[in-house]
């Protein structure tokens, strides 16, 4: 009994053979992911056709593009009876003015450090690697960068700069030796004194000691995508901010606070953009004094900016509002005031759950900005028509369009990506 | 005491807004600029080239207004306005003249408070159909379907005409000419409406324009004519004699060839009265004796503005047609320079 032979049972594992060629790699991922059954096949080869079809028509267009003529008739010429082609010789011709408009092109550096420098000072944000001091680039850039984009004096920013050192200065003189309510009330309004009534002194004071300078450009003169990008970026980066008050107003018991940011929200969003443009375009016009010069893109911004915060204040409240109330209670309960319970304990949390939210809100007013060309404003699309005003280029209508719905793409595409590896960064949880 | 100050101020404010109004003409003289509206572009009429600098015919006669107050046709800022925008930014002040392909009508006149200076082109609506639809006339077109752009006087002047006659039409609204095109292209609608000027520029451009037929009818008066605002006449005076001057000139024959040779003196007394070699015409314009020269050493005449951009050597090759002479048989006459 016990010499039983048991040589049938198997004493050591068998090697690992490899899967059926049919289900891994390649193979196997079409097998599962295209032809799993009848019906999913045929929509597979359906879509494949389509596909074709329209990379067919697509690539030989592109491919073929004419990019030396003058005109469409002379891309027409040298088409001739052959295949449809692009007439891209239009981009290559137009390609700066879709970029920067009228703005003067030996000063193109001028946008272009701008906009690295931007790249700069939110850096600390996005990356992890980058050292604290790039803060001091967030910090500059706010002034830095208008007086890079429009020129004039130096001092202008440096002055502008000052009004929130002495804001702040007087805020924190205040604060220590009278109330801190009163202090913040006489902070701001020392700055608000600075900006309108000495700062204008002080750098045309300065400006006559070191006249140092840019060469000022109109508002006028901007255009393209750097027009579109300028109001694109001027609105995420003050409506953020104001988004984050509103939101807070919004929750606030103050009667007064809350009824203004409510009223202000609802408002907002209770009407067009398109008509808030047209108001700041068209009736400021209308109510202001004659000959008052208010910079027409000033007006724009505002407006912009406006829209945007609304919509964000409403973003940012269904952040807080995502956010269990033991939250709150914890900071109550570890003795911290409103502010620093905002500041370290209810905003990061916030922000975080509504950075696809935030995001969305940037894309959408990033390509809202087209708006403006309904007003007059040559931003891509009003560059679009303009360029098709030249009996040239009259009926290029593909390659034009193509193109600016192109550039949109990669930077709201940018954008998208950035917030997702910005949400796995800020990722805490366990799952 | 503070009070006095604070209204003392405010008349100070109002009277200094006031004497900014008062003078367009010292305005743009004290600026070194004209700010001049024109449109988000029309094919011939304004554009921007590859170098960014504006060109058309509208365009020419803001150079033609800049080099006689200023003697620098390219003293000018263009600003686009869009057929929404335009009057509010002539009526606030933010452009000091419009040039921009502009119906001259009774209520914008009156109504608006403008002032029309003058025609500079003499246009009128037309219609353009596939030539295989073989339609030979504006009556036969009964029940067909037309792209038409939305909120401008060609949807109404289609609709008064379609009515008077008894006709019946399936309208297409589209927003810019641009759609129109494509929309028209692709057999969206078997008729394109506009005005004639444009229909010939938007013809030109397809890649078959054979193909296609501009029918004979035009069936409304559209002059198209710079305007200023109401209120400032020696403002109005100075852009509506600028304009003249470059019809006069072509009907005494004056060209930027032969222009310096006519400076010289010439036996015709209105010619020099024009060019500023006698009398005193200029200085009665609040600008000096060559104020005409210089706005026809610009670009030419009327004539040869005309050619230049919007003529039969142009791709968009207009005929004068209206626009001619009212010695060649057409509308252009500049009151005597006297």
Redesign the interface.
């Known amino acids: 009994m016990s010499s039983t032979d048991n040589s049938y049972v198997r004493t050591e594992m068998l090697p690992e053979r490899e899967a059926p060629t049919g289900n891994v790699g390649i193979v196997g991922w079409i097998r599962k992911n295209l032809f799993p059954d009848v019906f999913s096949s045929i929509l597979t080869l359906i879509a494949l056709f389509f596909i074709y079809q329209l990379l067919a028509g697509l690539v030989p267009w592109l491919t073929g593009g004419i990019w030396n003529a003058s005109s469409l008739s002379e891309c027409r010429e040298i088409i001739g009876d052959g295949p449809a082609a692009a007439c891209l010789a239009v981009i290559h011709e137009r390609f700066w003015q879709l970029m920067y408009g009228f703005y003067p092109s030996d000063s193109y550096w001028r946008p272009n450090l701008a906009f690295i420098l931007l790249f700069a000072a939110i850096s600390p944000v996005l990356f992890d690697g980058v050292s604290r001091k790039m803060f001091i680039a967030t910090a500059t850039v706010p002034f830095i960068g208008p007086w890079l984009l429009w020129g004039g004096s130096f001092w202008a920013p440096v002055t502008a700069a000052l009004g929130f050192v002495v804001g702040y200065f007087v805020y924190k003189l205040v604060a220590k030796s009278m109330n801190n309510l009163l202090a913040l009330i006489l902070g701001p309004l020392a700055a608000i004194i600075w900006w309108l009534v000495i700062s204008g002194y002080v750098s045309s004071g300065l400006a006559s000691v070191i006249p140092l300078g840019l060469e000022p450009v109109a508002s006028r003169d901007f255009g393209g995508f750097m027009l579109a990008v300028t109001l694109g970026i001027t609105g995420i980066a003050l409506s953020f901010p104001l988004g984050i008050v509103l939101a807070l107003g919004r929750l606030s018991d103050l009667v007064i606070i809350k009824t203004l940011c409510v009223g202000f929200i609802e408002f907002i969003r209770g009407v067009p953009l398109i008509t808030l443009l047209f108001v700041a375009q068209v009736m400021l016009s209308y109510f202001l004094p004659k000959g008052t010069d208010f910079d027409i893109i000033l007006r724009v911004m505002i407006m912009i900016t406006l829209f945007a915060s609304a919509y964000m204040a409403e973003v940012i409240r269904g952040g807080l509002a995502a956010l269990p109330t033991g939250q709150y209670e914890a900071a109550d309960a570890l003795g911290l005031d409103y502010w620093q319970a905002q500041r370290l304990i209810i905003m990061p949390q916030a922000l975080k759950i509504s950075i696809p939210g935030i995001v969305s809100t940037f894309i959408g007013l990033f390509k809202d900005t087209t708006l403006v060309s309904i007003i007059g404003l040559s931003d891509p699309i009003g560059w679009v028509k303009l360029i098709q005003s030249n009996s040239e280029w009259t009926g290029v209508v593909w390659e034009l369009y193509g193109f600016v719905a192109l550039v949109f793409f990669l930077f709201c595409f940018s954008m998208s990506r950035s917030s997702m590896y910005l949400e796995r960064k800020l990722q805490t949880g366990h799952n | 005491m503070k009070k006095t100050v604070f209204l003392g101020a405010l008349t100070i404010?109002g009277l200094a807004?006031t004497a900014?109004?008062a003078g367009t003409l010292d305005d743009v003289k004290a600026r070194g600029q004209l700010n001049c509206g024109v449109s988000?572009?029309?094919?011939?009429f304004?554009?921007?080239?590859?170098n960014?600098v504006w060109?058309g015919f509208d365009v020419a006669v803001c150079r033609a207004v800049a080099a006689a107050i200023l003697n620098d046709s390219t003293a000018v800022?263009f600003?686009?306005?869009?057929g929404?925008?335009r009057f509010?930014?002539l009526?606030?002040?933010?452009v000091d003249m419009l040039s921009r392909v502009t119906t001259w009508t009774f209520s914008r006149d009156v109504d608006l408070k403008f002032e029309f200076v003058g025609v500079n082109y003499y246009d009128g609506q037309g219609f353009m159909v596939p030539k295989e639809l073989g339609v030979s006339s504006v009556k036969e077109l009964d029940g067909a379907t037309v792209c038409i752009q939305t909120g401008t006087t060609t949807e109404l002047n289609l609709a008064d005409y379609f009515r008077v006659n008894g006709m019946s039409y399936d309208p297409v609204p589209v927003e810019?000419n641009?759609e129109t095109?494509?929309q028209y292209l692709a057999g969206a609608c078997d008729v394109y409406t506009t005005d004639a000027s444009a229909l010939a520029?938007?013809r030109?451009?397809?890649?078959a324009p054979g193909d296609h037929v501009v029918l004979p009818e035009i069936i409304s008066k559209e002059p198209l004519g710079p305007l200023v605002r109401h209120g400032d006449s020696e403002w109005a005076d100075v852009v509506r004699w600028t304009l003249n001057a470059l019809i006069a000139a072509e009907e005494l024959g004056v060209t930027s060839a032969n222009l310096s040779e006519m400076l010289a003196g010439t036996d015709n007394p209105e010619i020099n009265r024009l060019l500023g070699t006698s009398g005193s015409l200029g200085e009665m314009l609040g600008l000096d004796a060559d104020w005409a020269a210089r706005a026809i050493a610009v670009g030419g005449n009327y004539g040869e503005v005309f050619e230049t951009n919007i003529g039969a050597s142009?791709?968009?090759g207009l005929a004068r047609g209206l626009n001619a002479q009212w010695t060649d048989g057409g509308l252009m006459y500049s009151p005597p320079f006297r």
């Open positions: 404010a807004a900014a109004m988000t572009g029309v094919p011939g304004e554009a921007p080239d590859a960014g060109q800022e600003i686009p306005t869009t929404k925008t509010t930014a009526a606030s002040g933010e810019t641009a095109q494509t520029a938007t030109a451009s397809f890649e142009t791709p968009i």
